[in-house]
């Protein structure tokens, strides 16, 4: 992409100065000139951008500048007027601009040449040619300017998507546009042969009877475009304000920040960052597209990179090209990072909640316009996900226990029911674990409660590191734990609670706070669904049973109901 834009550049305004010093003009009318290029400039000014390029009356006027000077003056004036007109007026970036610029000095010197392949008339000037021009050569001439034209305009455009989902749809997409680019040519080729004989028949004032109404129309077409655009957004921000407030669930609510997002700007990935007070850092929780990696790793610390020098400073920030930031400095380079970025922070009452990033995979992607509708969004996106953020830690309190912060007993109710539902419909199995420390009251009554909880926190990581994740770890009551597993029958939940017990055996409790080493066991008893149980009361009991029936028979062993008592060590 880069090569080519360069080549383009080097070619386009090689050409034209290299043409100026060997081809110098011999006749010239500069008021004419300067009539026609402030025309110009007008008219790349009010060009109306379409979804695949734009539509410009620009050659309306190229035409009559090349019919009554030649073509070095034609592609000078063509390529100022882009400069000024589409470049400057407009604000484009200057990489754009000045590619614009040198497409339209190619485009003229190549309709030029072809001119002059079918005219007996001398290369240069072309001055008082007007009407009686060579027709076959004005037709090369048309045909040439619009096919080196559209050409360049597409072969930049295909380049920059890169290797895009969009390419998968490329050809209807051209389709479009050499469509668009045919009507502008059945209605700018008549203007501009109209407003050259007018102009030799009245000057300036009869020329302007044609492309002032014409430039008028383009001007009221623009803003109606700019107020649908408008009123786009504005639908977009509505409809986002009274969906966040009754959405509740994180993802689900930046689902839908992204798509409306979506609708009013392209983009190659959307990530959302919260911030955690506790570690001082943003996280990246969510990404769209999910294929796509977050712009700055999993994490950032305030003022670390881009992300997190916007959430210092809370003001929101437009990177034309990521990749020539000093704040991504010493970051490995990455070819499908994202090179344009928006990042918006995120405050509720003068609180950081986090940051939204957006980044496309090419420079120039976004503007000051995508900026201003980004922090409209995102202020409004701010209140919801700090109230999604509230509701998800009071979902997780809810159901988890404080101390543990293993599952509930609430909440391990809930999740027995609705396997016991499932192992019904598939015909499948369903377990339990009860587990005991053996002796704890007494450790509790001698130690003392402080120190028992932190016995148990360590118990509670031994349990998490012995399980699937796929399994239910629950804080039954005080030192009474329970395990739940899915698709588990009664064997392999008793592997699971023998690895379970050999663990703790094996653990050296609360070894950085006592001078000497503290070791506990556990008991533990198993039963299943449909093999022992068919009711979740009658599988929490049996499960009790055996645990307590495996104490009498001697501690720190794996009782599993109805399963003749096999030591799992010696008591």
């Known amino acids: 992409m880069v090569r080519f834009r360069e080549g383009v550049l080097v070619l386009g305004y090689g050409l034209l100065i290299a043409l100026s010093f060997t081809r110098l003009f011999t006749v010239v009318d500069w008021s004419s000139l300067g009539y026609f290029f402030f025309v110009a400039v007008v008219a790349e000014w009010l060009l109306i951008p379409l979804p695949t390029g ?7 006027v190229i035409l009559p500048v090349f019919m009554i000077h030649g073509t070095l003056p034609t592609a000078w004036l063509a390529t100022l007027a882009s400069l000024l007109g589409n470049g400057v007026l407009r604000r484009r970036s200057l990489s754009i601009a000045l590619f614009n610029g040198a497409q339209c000095a190619l485009s003229a010197l190549a309709g030029g040449a072809a001119y002059h392949l079918f ?35 597409q072969l930049f455009w295909v380049l920059r998507q890169g290797k895009q989902p969009v390419m998968r749809h490329l050809w209807p997409i051209l389709l479009e546009s050499v469509r668009w680019d045919v009507a502008t040519c059945f209605l700018t080729i008549p203007l501009g042969l109209i407003m050259t004989w007018l ?7 009869g020329a302007s009877l044609v492309i002032v109404p014409v430039l ?37 609510l ?4 992204a798509d409306a997002v979506r609708r009013v700007m392209n983009y190659d990935s959307c990530t959302l960052y919260l911030w955690d007070e506790i570690r001082q850092e943003l996280s990246a929780v969510v990404v769209r597209p999910a294929s796509a990696a977050p712009h700055e790793g999993d994490s950032v610390r305030l003022g670390e990179g881009i992300v997190g020098s916007v959430a210092s400073s809370r003001r929101p920030e437009l990177i034309v090209d990521a990749s020539r930031d000093p704040r991504t400095a010493g970051r490995p380079r990455d070819p499908q990072a994202c090179r344009s970025l928006m990042v918006v922070p995120l405050i509720v009452e003068d609180q950081l909640v986090g940051a939204l990033s957006l980044g496309d995979l090419h420079p120039s992607a976004f ?13 409004q996106a701010a209140v919801a996900i700090e109230n999604a953020i509230l509701y998800k830690r009071t979902e997780h309190l ?22 016991l539902k499932r192992a019904r419909m598939q015909n499948s199995a369903v377990s339990l674990i009860y587990l005991d420390l053996d002796n704890f009251k007494q450790y509790n009554d001698t130690f003392g409660h402080p120190t028992g909880d932190r016995v148990l926190r360590e118990f509670a990581d031994i349990i998490r590191k012995s399980i699937r994740d796929t399994d239910t770890p629950v804080r039954y009551a005080g030192d009474e734990f329970v395990v739940l597993l899915a698709n588990t029958d009664l064997e392999e939940a008793r592997q699971v609670a023998e690895r379970i017990r ?43 049973q055996a645990m307590y029936q495996g104490k009498r028979n001697g501690l720190n062993r794996v009782s599993a109901y109805g399963v003749r008592q096999e030591p799992g060590a010696c008591p």
């Open 199 to 205: 102009y030799a028949a009245r000057g300036p004032l």
């Open 502 to 544: 050999r663990s703790v055996e094996a653990h050296v409790f609360l070894e950085s706070e006592s001078p000497s080493p503290i070791r506990l066991t556990v008991s533990a008893g198993v039963a299943s669904y449909p093999r022992n149980a068919r009711t979740e009361a009658e599988l929490i009991y049996l499960a009790d």
């Open 119 to 153: 005219s007996p008339l001398p290369e240069y000037p072309l001055a008082g040619a007007g009407l009686n021009s060579n027709p076959m050569g004005m037709v090369a001439f048309v045909l040439v300017y619009i096919v080196v034209n559209h050409v360049l305009v």
């Open 54 to 60: 734009t539509l410009s009356v620009t050659f309306s």
């Open 398 to 419: 809810a159901i988890t226990d404080p101390m543990t912060e293993l599952y509930n007993y609430r909440y391990f109710y809930v999740k027995l029911g609705d396997e």
């Open 254 to 257: 930046f689902d839908l920040i």
């Open 216 to 252: 008028a129309v383009a001007y009221i077409f623009r803003l109606h475009l700019s107020l649908s655009l408008a009123n786009r957004e504005l639908t977009t921000l509505y409809e986002v304000a009274q969906k966040v407030s009754s959405v509740l669930q994180l993802e689900k």
């Open 367 to 379: 503007s000051r316009e995508h900026l201003r509708l980004l922090t409209i969004l995102a202020s």
